[in-house]
């Protein structure tokens, strides 16, 4: 079975700054990789995803994520963050063999982001 | 465009008592998963469904149940409600192979009291 892991459970930045948060994940087989973000009483939306093809995937508002096979890792990194990107964020990994549909999420990154 | 529509946004229960969430997916979508999110805690799958069967199974407990309807809704039904049931029940829709992520609705959140 799958596991995700997110080394930092809170982040406090300022405007302006860069982001970079941490996942791990432990699957030996082919994944497909989501990050989803969650703002403040809203539901869970899709920042980006990767299947296969480039490591580097670009998703909306400016985030990216990088996937590093020999490091189980897909963090997500942005240059420059905004108020607006206060959230919770959540990263997901899911068996692409077709084993399962369900994909595994991490215990999330509450990021803050002070103006 | 059409989004996963949950109702009711709210719904305060006793104790003991039964709540029925309910789950419209995007058009064209027929598979169906409910998630249970504690508060500061991650989305726990709890059931799916594709073309009204039930597809997959999580940490859902033997007091609710679930189903999909022809029109490819699905109902969440609880009962015996417990105070640590209170949460937010999300539900998400895809079509059969989900490979580009889910469209997740935005939630019920139960209170009991």
């Known amino acids: 079975a799958q596991s995700v892991s997110q080394h930092n459970h809170h982040v406090i930045l300022s405007e302006a700054a860069s982001l970079e948060l941490g996942c791990n994940y432990s699957y030996g087989g082919t994944v497909n990789l989501f990050w989803y973000v969650q703002y403040p009483g809203q539901h869970l939306q899709l920042l980006l995803k990767y299947f296969s093809g480039d490591p580097l995937v670009k998703g909306i508002k400016g985030f990216e994520a990088e996937f590093i096979k020999s490091k189980f890792s897909f963090n997500l990194r942005k240059p420059s963050v905004q108020w607006s990107d206060t959230a919770e964020y959540f990263c997901a990994v899911k068996d692409a063999s077709g084993g399962s549909y369900i994909p595994t999420f991490g215990r999330g990154t509450s990021l803050i982001v002070h103006p | 465009a059409a989004g996963v529509i949950q109702s009711p946004r709210h719904l305060i229960k006793e104790k003991r008592e039964t709540a029925t969430l309910k789950c419209y997916p995007i058009?064209?979508?027929?598979?169906v998963y409910w998630y249970q999110q504690g508060p500061g805690q991650d989305p726990q799958f709890l059931i799916s469904f594709y073309e009204k069967m039930q597809s997959d199974k999580g940490s859902i407990p033997d007091r609710f149940s679930a189903q999909q309807f022809s029109d490819y809704h699905s109902e969440l039904n609880m009962s015996s409600l417990e105070l640590g049931d209170s949460a937010l029940y999300f539900c998400?829709?895809?079509?059969?192979?989900?490979?580009?992520?889910?469209?997740f609705g935005s939630g019920t959140r139960l209170t009991v009291v």
């Open positions: 058009p064209r979508h027929d598979t």
């Open positions: 998400a829709s895809s079509t059969g192979t989900p490979n580009y992520g889910y469209t």
